[in-house]
């Protein structure tokens, strides 16, 4: 079993920052991976980025490569993600997920949190 907790949303005006958080706990076994993902109102969920724990290898859905960084704490048990230039199609609710394989498929991420909505103004 592995838990999830993220925090970090909130309300910002577009081009501002936010750094999102996921405190992880639980078997490692389950958790070599930790992405993140997202849901817009109406839309399906979708991949953001991911990151393998051990060595810190990261993966993004290209067009939030260069606003969007993941990063990982492992001290912690934390992973962040730093989303800057934020535009208001950034308007989701963040998902964090591990997973012993990574990827950007949802299908191969077993635990997920409950989620934390960045919601971004005009």
């Known amino acids: 079993q592995v838990q999830l907790v993220e925090s970090g949303g909130g309300l910002v005006q577009a081009g501002g920052s936010l750094t999102l958080s996921c405190a992880a706990s639980?078997?490692?076994?389950?958790?070599?991976?930790v992405g993140w993902f997202r849901q817009a109102p109406g839309k399906e969920r979708e991949f953001v980025a991911t990151?393998?724990?051990?060595?810190?290898?990261?993966h993004y859905q290209d067009s939030l490569q260069g606003r969007f960084t993941i990063s990982r704490d492992n001290t912690k048990n934390a992973v962040y993600l730093q989303m800057s230039s934020l535009k208001p199609e950034d308007t989701a609710v963040y998902y964090c997920?591990?997973?012993?394989?990574?990827?950007?498929?949802?299908?191969?991420?077993?635990?997920w949190g409950q989620g934390t909505q960045v919601t971004v103004s005009s």
């Open positions: 990151i393998a724990l051990n060595n810190g290898d990261t």
């Open positions: 639980g078997s490692t076994l389950q958790r070599n991976f």
């Open positions: 997920a591990s997973s012993r394989y990574g990827g950007s498929n949802e299908g191969f991420y077993n635990y």
